[in-house]
Nanobody
Framework: QVQLVESGGGLVQAGGSLRLSCAAS????????MGWFRQAPGKEREFVAA????????YYADSLKGRFTISRDNARRTVYLQMNKLKPEDTAVYYCASRIRSYGGVYHVPGSYDYWGQGTQVTVSS
């Protein structure tokens, strides 16, 4: 089992920044990669970014490249999501997820992740 705890969400004005953190504990040695997803009210869960523990290869949703940056601290088993130039449409609950397998480099599918955090709310006001 892997436990994931997100933090860092909150209320921010449009144009501002937030950094989300996701601390992993438990059998983290079995984790291959970590991902961030978000879900706005009435919408499906959406891929944001992913990163591998080994090598730190990062992957992004095309629409978010350049504004969002994912990083990881292997020693702390923590993954971060730096969000800049936030827009009201970025408002959502942001979830951290962990997966055991590589699945051939496909990172955007929620069902390919094995463990999920409880989510943290990000609200961007206009």
């Amino acid at each position: 089992q892997v436990q994931l705890v997100e933090s860092g969400g909150g209320l921010v004005q449009a144009g501002g920044s937030l950094r989300l953190s996701c601390a992993a504990s438990g059998r983290t040695f079995s984790s291959y990669a970590m991902g961030w997803f978000r879900q706005a009210p009435g919408k499906e869960r959406e891929f944001v970014a992913a990163i591998t523990w080994s090598g730190g290869s990062a992957y992004y949703a095309d629409s978010l490249k350049g504004r969002f940056t994912i990083s990881r601290d292997n020693a702390r088993r923590t993954v971060y999501l730096q969000m800049n130039k936030l827009k009201p449409e970025d408002t959502a609950v942001y979830y951290c997820a962990s997966r055991i397998r590589s699945y051939g480099g496909v990172y955007h599918v929620p069902g390919s992740y094995d463990y999920w955090g409880q989510g943290t709310q990000v609200t961007v006001s206009s």
